[in-house]
T-cell receptor
Framework: DAKTTQPPSMDCAEGRAANLPCNHSTISGNEYVYWYRQIHSQGPQYIIHGLKNNETNEMASLIITEDRKSSTLILPHATLRDTAVYYCIVTNAGNNRKLIWGLGTSLAVNP | GAVVSQHPSWVICKSGTSVKIECRSLDFQATTMFWYRQFPKQSLMLMATSNEGSKATYEQGVEKDKFLINHASLTLSTLTVTSAHPEDSSFYIC???????????FGSGTRLTVV
């Protein structure tokens, strides 16, 4: 699976949009970009995923560059409860695929 | 949505004893469960992959005789930490693939402290 690079930490004001970048320059054609987050002392939570098109759901938007070498997770109106570590993972869609976890981005949403 | 129930959420045990952690998929069948370990300020490290009805596959460096995994049914997988030592103190998390959804569903984690 391709490796990802994320900034170690970011800050965001409550109510503002949080834009979390991820670089995955070695991504291959059949690999998806997945985003998870982990609130302190809890299991990870699925946020969103995409292949090449931009995606949006009730939690976030995912913007993938045309060359697919990077992506941005957007939390449109961050709240204090969005404070968490956000992980960007690239993996294929095959069954029983392993997820390789980096250190993620620790997002602090400030009042 | 898909839910994985993990118990206990925390446990303290004496050195040398064994601890069992359970993960149940509540509303779906999980043919494959993944078990992770996470030390403070570190990322999740995959320990093993368990498939229902067959032996688990362990990652390099994980002792299979110490971390016993049983996946006897499509809704239950267990991890037993045998002869626990303080260095086994960690946050253990299970995860299951829900074929009807897009991603893995994770349990809420178990904080193990060995004293």
């Amino acid at each position: 699976d391709a490796k990802t690079t994320q900034p170690p930490s970011m800050d965001c004001a409550e109510g503002r949009a949080a834009n979390l970048p991820c670089n995955h320059s070695t991504i291959s054609g059949n690999e998806y970009v997945y985003w998870y987050r982990q609130i302190h002392s809890q299991g990870p939570q699925y946020i969103i995923h995409g292949l090449k098109n931009n995606e949006t759901n009730e939690m976030a938007s995912l913007i993938i560059t045309e060359d697919r070498k990077s992506s941005t997770l957007i939390l449109p109106h961050a709240t204090l409860r969005d404070t968490a570590v956000y992980y960007c993972i690239v993996t294929n869609a095959g069954n029983n695929r392993k997820l390789i976890w980096g250190l993620g981005t620790s997002l602090a949403v400030n009042p | 949505g898909a839910v994985v129930s993990q118990h206990p959420s925390w446990v303290i045990c004496k050195s040398g004893t064994s601890v069992k952690i359970e993960c149940r998929s509540l509303d779906f069948q999980a043919t494959t469960m993944f078990w992770y370990r996470q030390f403070p300020k570190q990322s999740l490290m995959l320990m093993a992959t368990s498939n229902e009805g067959s032996k688990a596959t362990y990652e390099q460096g994980v002792e299979k005789d110490k971390f016993l995994i049983n996946h006897a049914s499509l809704t239950l997988s267990t991890l037993t930490v045998t002869s626990a030592h303080p260095e086994d103190s960690s946050f253990y998390i299970c995860s299951a693939l829900h074929r009807g959804s897009y991603g893995y569903t994770f349990g809420s984690g178990t904080r193990l402290t060995v004293v």
